[in-house]
């Protein structure tokens, strides 16, 4: 970064930021590359079957022509393929919903209704936050357990009358 320019202080202040901010930019992408924006959240598509691949494969296509030459033909054409992915994308959720039903139904189910308890406790999991606390020596603490204990230590003190310039901290 240093040899990246010339820093001088007798230029004026928004030229000098404007070559150091330039400079910044440049090396950070050299250095860890660019993205293009964050990971989209994945579709809920384990139902899906031939017939609704076809339709919304459809669909897209007359959505291109129609963004391409907004005639009446164009506009119709999207219009019937989206009643028709529609549709499609309606009857194939329904028949695998009541599959799925069916299956939860008998006794090989019941392991499916748990892996999928499993599954949706994880995915509500707030993974975004940081979660530690400090105990009463200062010591930061992690796992779920040991901050569970100090927050009832700390309640407990709390209710007990004991209350007298405890910092949760």
């Known amino acids: ?93 329904g028949k695998a919903y009541d599959d799925l039903y069916q299956r939860l139904g008998t006794k090989e189910g019941k392991k499916d209704i748990y892996r999928m308890a499993r599954i949706r406790e994880r995915k509500t999991r707030d993974i975004n936050q940081i979660k530690c606390i400090k105990d009463g020596t200062d010591r930061l603490l992690v796992k779920d357990e040991d901050i569970m204990d100090r927050w009832r230590e700390y309640f407990d003190k709390l209710f007990n009358g004991e209350s007298e310039g405890l910092p949760l901290s």
């Open 1 to 93: 970064m240093l040899g990246e320019g010339p820093w001088e202080e007798g230029e004026d202040a928004d030229d000098m930021w404007l070559k150091m901010a330039t400079c910044v930019r440049k090396v950070a992408s050299e250095v860890f590359g660019v993205s293009r924006g964050g990971k989209q959240e994945g579709k809920d598509t384990w139902w899906w079957n031939d017939e609704v691949q076809r339709a919304i494969k459809e669909k897209k296509e007359c959505f291109k022509r129609l963004h391409l030459d907004k005639i009446a033909a164009n506009i119709e054409g999207y219009k019937l393929a989206k009643r028709v992915a529609k549709r499609a994308v309606s009857v194939a959720k």
